[in-house]
Nanobody
Framework: QVQLVESGGGLVQAGGSLRLSCAAS????????MAWFRQAPGKEREFVAG????????YYADSVKGRFTISRDNAKNTVYLQMNSLKPEDTAVYYC?????????????????WGQGTQVTVSS
């Protein structure tokens, strides 16, 4: 099993940047595909970005491509989400997720482990 704890959320003006972190505890972090999802009020949780444990390839939702970057540091058991050029529509609770699948899947059902979430608010 793995436990996930997100941090780094906050309030930022449009055009600003934030870096989210997700610290994982448990064994074999390097063998977990990691992803970030987000959920805005009244909306379903949606895929934002993911990174495969086997290939290291990264995947992004179209809405964040070119602005967000996902990365991982296996030595620190941590995955990051660098968010630049933030927009008010990026406002949401951001969740870190993990699964042992080798491919990055974009559905919430594909991930067994979740963090508690961190709030990101972008003001206009």
């Amino acid at each position: 099993q793995v436990q996930l704890v997100e941090s780094g959320g906050g309030l930022v003006q449009a055009g600003g940047s934030l870096r989210l972190s997700c610290a994982a505890s448990g064994r074999s972090f390097s063998r977990y595909t990691m992803a970030w999802f987000r959920q805005a009020p009244g909306k379903e949780r949606e895929f934002v970005a993911g990174i495969s444990w086997s290939s290291g390839r990264t995947y992004y939702a179209d809405s964040v491509k070119g602005r967000f970057t996902i990365s991982r540091d296996n030595a620190k058991n941590t995955v990051y989400l660098q968010m630049n050029s933030l927009k008010p529509e990026d406002t949401a609770v951001y969740y870190c997720a993990a699964d042992t699948t080798v491919v990055v899947l974009r559905t919430t059902q594909s991930y067994d482990y979740w963090g508690q979430g961190t709030q990101v608010t972008v003001s206009s």
